[in-house]
């Protein structure tokens, strides 16, 4: 219910409990008792306040409405009159006392008739008046506004849904998804208590029972989210940001059992599987409402008709349904997966009589599964899109658990590294709807499906600080599909794409791709063209379903080019040629400088610091460099950069020219730019640290960098290296949100204790 609040009014405290006279107190407290003691002491308050008459009363609407008041929610007030004289001065001396309080007030004044027209007009005026109640005064006028409320809502329900769905659809396409968010607003995100709004209005028009216990629970604990959070934060604040979960996660009593007192991780769980819970039922209840609103006499839509789309399962009204053949004593254990299967081919979804009938009666699955169970579930998850809605339906009602008791551990698991926007479970079957593009690249694309749904696994068992999750992953993922019924050769090929599922992005970003040691080593880890297939597909549709920042042009050339090379390796057995220099640094008198698209090289004068000194002024032009050569033919120093911009705007390419050249030159103006860049761009954020690999390149030990991202790293970095008197041939550089993995090939069979020592205080120093 919104309307002009006159003058503004301070932040409300903690919780409001009226007494006698008007005095506020703080009560705090969280759960629905302390929700009904605040709104019960707002009415002592309120009513305080209220020197009403006959023709007046004071209605709540919103919060205090529905006896829900947050701790620091505001009040929203409507003074319904007859007619009476002297009405605004009545107003005044209700609302400024309120404000007076420190108290947020959101309010109006309308005879019954102006709010039953402006709730014609105005859906979210007709959504709040469904929760009027009488606070103070005549409670005959109360009482007929709050009926003539609800029966005009009822009439026009049908007619204004689509309305009220599209207004809902904005919103969460401006707030997200509140089950996949890790920083979610917990009042207006798609799942969030803006929801149970929505829901309550439909189950009042009598389109469906959309307020059902799980609904009713999944309200209750969130509304019991938001009052925590008002109380950690001391304020009014919908939204759950990372610095106040594990503060609420202890006012609402959740502990972890094994991250001690981390328990935000456990409060993100629960907000996500309450928020998925409201969110599909708002689908369910806009499809009842929508199947309505086509039945009317009018609508010109014929009735609707029983279409068989698969085995023991018809469309009915649009939603799928059971034959009636399918509803027996015995039903067959692969039903729900046939009915799952067959929704996300054809799109439709599944009644939820339906989801009930199969979550009650349909028998759990024998070991090893019937080719049946298989071939529906690989069905399924070559669905693509139809997919995620599906295996949401059949999640919601506890199927998926039945087909895959490990899933318990994976749902709703927040995944915390910037690049990911789903949970771990959203993430698999996200990973699995993706793979569905590339199957007709690999000789197994039912392996490639069933090896996305599982690939990363491994992170439902491990914590921080634990075994890399690739590796935890293979024994649970070969017990997946050896109980699906796979044979010993296909278990151990599932095993085997889980443990190296990222192998190919990791030695595309971090290794040199002309090295043979490098080739050598992905070709003998992935031993054969048709697994090297399967990986690269699966490396794709992963990236995909992360997120835009865990892919991009650059990387997939990388990733294509490494795949080119093993694949050589494995068809012929022979090492492919390193590419060669390009001959005009070689015969171009010096220097040679060389800027176009994504490539920048430089030849001059053999000379240490080159490639520090080309990182710095590319930095300054606000280019990223990904990967970096440095080699010396027949006394020239070549450097070839792949930079990319920083901020999406690719620079003047003659104005990068101009300063490499003087750069290169050893013009001091620019070289003082490249220390004022290098100081300016300190990384923040947790320590840096570095690993040393040896035996992985051919004539040079990597020393790898792990540390926060920051302009013009590399350039201090590789500057550092040169200072303290190492040589650098390569550079790869991969970006992972905000964290980098910078790796440097250093010439030379690799240095004694004492020098890596030094050369770590150095790189950690440039850092």
């Given at each position: 219910m919104t309307s002009s609040t006159?003058?503004?009014?301070?932040?409300?405290?903690?919780?409001?409990?009226?007494?006698?006279?008007g005095e506020v107190v703080v009560v705090p407290g969280v759960g629905e008792q302390a929700r009904r003691r605040r709104a019960d002491g707002y009415d002592r308050f309120l009513t305080a306040l209220s020197p009403l008459r006959p023709g007046v009363a004071l209605i709540a609407v919103g919060g205090l409405g529905r006896r829900q008041c947050a701790p620091h929610g505001d009040l929203d007030l409507v003074l319904v009159h007859a007619g009476v004289p002297g009405?605004?001065?009545?107003?005044?001396?209700?609302?400024?006392?309120?404000?007076?309080?420190?108290?947020?007030?959101?309010?109006?004044?309308?005879?019954?008739?102006?709010?039953?027209?402006?709730?014609?007009?105005?859906?979210?005026?007709?959504?709040?008046?469904?929760?009027?109640?009488?606070?103070?005064?005549?409670?005959?006028?109360?009482?007929?506004?709050?009926?003539?409320?609800?029966?005009?809502?009822?009439?026009?329900?049908?007619?204004?849904?689509?309305?009220?769905?599209?207004?809902?659809?904005?919103?969460?396409?401006?707030?997200?998804?509140?089950?996949?968010?890790?920083?979610?607003?917990?009042?207006?995100?798609?799942?969030g208590l803006r929801d149970l709004a929505v829901l309550r209005a439909i189950a009042t028009a009598g389109v469906t029972d959309a307020l059902r216990p799980a609904v009713r629970a999944a309200h209750l604990r969130l509304l019991?989210?938001?009052?925590?959070?008002?109380?950690?934060?001391?304020?009014?604040?919908?939204?759950?940001?990372?610095?106040?979960?594990?503060?609420?996660?202890?006012?609402?009593?959740?502990?972890?059992?094994?991250?001690?007192?981390?328990?935000?991780?456990?409060?993100?769980?629960?907000?996500?599987?309450?928020?998925?819970?409201?969110?599909?039922?708002?689908?369910?209840?806009?499809?009842?409402?929508?199947?309505?609103?086509?039945?009317?006499?009018?609508?010109?839509?014929?009735?609707?008709?029983?279409?068989?789309?698969?085995?023991?399962?018809?469309?009915?009204?649009?939603?799928?349904?059971?034959?009636?053949?399918?509803?027996?004593a015995r039903p067959d254990p692969s039903l729900a997966l046939r009915v799952a299967a067959a929704s996300a081919t054809t799109g439709l979804p599944i009644a939820r009589a339906t989801c009930e009938w199969l979550a009650a009666y349909c028998p759990p699955l024998p070991a090893p599964w019937p080719a049946e169970a298989r071939t529906a579930l690989i069905t399924l998850l070559g669905a693509g899109p139809g997919l995620v809605p599906a295996w949401e339906t059949c999640d919601r009602y506890g199927l998926v658990d039945r087909w895959l008791p490990e899933w318990t551990r994976m749902r709703s698991l927040p995944q915390h590294n910037p690049v990911h926007r789903f949970t771990l479970d959203r993430h698999l079957v996200q990973t699995a709807c993706e793979a569905?593009?590339?199957?007709?690249?690999?000789?197994?694309?039912?392996?490639?499906?069933?090896?996305?749904?599982?690939?990363?696994?491994?992170?439902?068992?491990?914590?921080?600080g634990a075994e890399d999750h690739s590796t935890a992953g293979v024994p649970i993922a070969e017990a997946v599909a050896a109980r699906i019924g796979l044979g010993k050769p296909e278990v151990a090929l599932i095993g085997a794409l889980v443990r190296l599922h990222l192998l190919l992005p990791d030695v595309a970003t971090r290794r040199d791709l002309a090295d043979p040691v490098t080739i050598s080593a992905v070709a003998a880890a992935v031993g054969d063209p048709a697994t090297l297939d399967l990986l690269h597909a699966l490396v794709r549709a992963d990236a995909a379903a992360t997120g835009p920042a865990a892919w991009s042009r650059w990387k997939g050339r990388l990733v294509a080019e490494l795949v080119a090379r093993v694949r050589t390796v494995l068809d012929t057995g022979a090492l492919p040629a390193p590419p060669a220099p390009d001959p005009a640094l070689l015969a171009e008198p010096?220097?040679?400088?060389?800027?176009?698209?994504?490539?920048?090289?430089?030849?001059?004068?053999?000379?240490?610091?080159?490639?520090?000194?080309?990182?710095?002024?590319?930095?300054?032009?606000?280019?990223?460099?990904?990967?970096?050569?440095?080699?010396?033919?027949?006394?020239?120093?070549?450097?070839?950069?792949?930079?990319?911009?920083?901020?999406?705007?690719?620079?003047?390419?003659?104005?990068?020219?101009?300063?490499?050249?003087?750069?290169?030159a050893g013009d001091v103006s620019v070289l003082r730019r490249l220390a004022g860049r290098a100081l300016a761009g300190r990384a923040s954020g947790a320590a840096a640290r570095v690993v040393w690999h040896r035996e992985a390149a051919t004539d040079a030990v990597l020393l790898e960098l792990r540390a926060a991202d920051a302009a013009g790293l590399l350039y201090r970095v590789t500057r550092a290296l040169d200072d303290a008197g190492a040589q650098v041939r390569a550079a790869r550089i991969a970006t992972l949100g905000g964290s980098v993995v910078d790796v440097f090939y250093l010439v030379g069979e690799g240095p004694d204790e004492a020098t890596r020592a030094r050369l770590e205080v150095a790189v950690l120093g440039a850092v």
């Open positions: 006159g003058r503004g009014a301070p932040a409300a405290p903690a919780a409001a409990v009226g007494r006698p006279g009405i605004e001065e009545l107003a005044a001396s209700i609302w400024y006392p309120v404000w007076d309080a420190g108290l947020r007030l959101d309010h109006s004044v309308r005879t019954v008739a102006e709010a039953l027209a402006v709730a014609r007009d105005d859906l979210k005026v007709a959504l709040g008046l469904l929760d009027a109640r009488l606070v103070a005064g005549d409670a005959a006028l109360a009482e007929s506004l709050v009926h003539a409320a609800a029966e005009q809502w009822r009439r026009t329900a049908v007619r204004r849904l689509p309305g009220l769905r599209e207004i809902t659809t904005a919103r969460w396409q401006a707030h997200g998804e509140l089950a996949f968010l890790l920083e979610g607003d917990v009042k207006e995100a798609a799942g019991d989210v938001r009052d925590a959070l008002h109380e950690q934060t001391g304020r009014r604040v919908d939204r759950l940001v990372a610095q106040e979960r594990d503060g609420v996660a202890d006012r609402l009593g959740l502990r972890h059992p094994r991250l001690g007192g981390h328990h935000g991780d456990v409060l993100l769980r629960r907000v996500a599987g309450d928020a998925r819970t409201v969110s599909h039922a708002l689908d369910d209840a806009f499809r009842a409402a929508e199947r309505l609103r086509a039945g009317r006499p009018g609508s010109g839509v014929a009735r609707p008709v029983r279409r068989p789309v698969a085995r023991d399962v018809v469309e009915h009204d649009g939603e799928l349904v059971l034959a009636r053949t399918a509803i027996d569905s593009r590339y199957t007709r690249d690999v000789e197994r694309p039912d392996l490639l499906l069933l090896a996305a749904l599982l690939h990363d696994v491994g992170k439902g068992v491990v914590s921080a010096l220097p040679v400088i060389q800027v176009g698209g994504d490539r920048v090289a430089v030849a001059a004068a053999d000379r240490r610091g080159l490639l520090a000194t080309v990182a710095g002024c590319l930095a300054l032009h606000r280019l990223d460099v990904v990967a970096a050569d440095a080699t010396a033919v027949d006394g020239r120093a070549l450097v070839e950069c792949r930079v990319q911009p920083r901020y999406g705007l690719a620079p003047d390419p003659v104005a990068v020219g101009a300063d490499l050249r003087r750069a290169v």
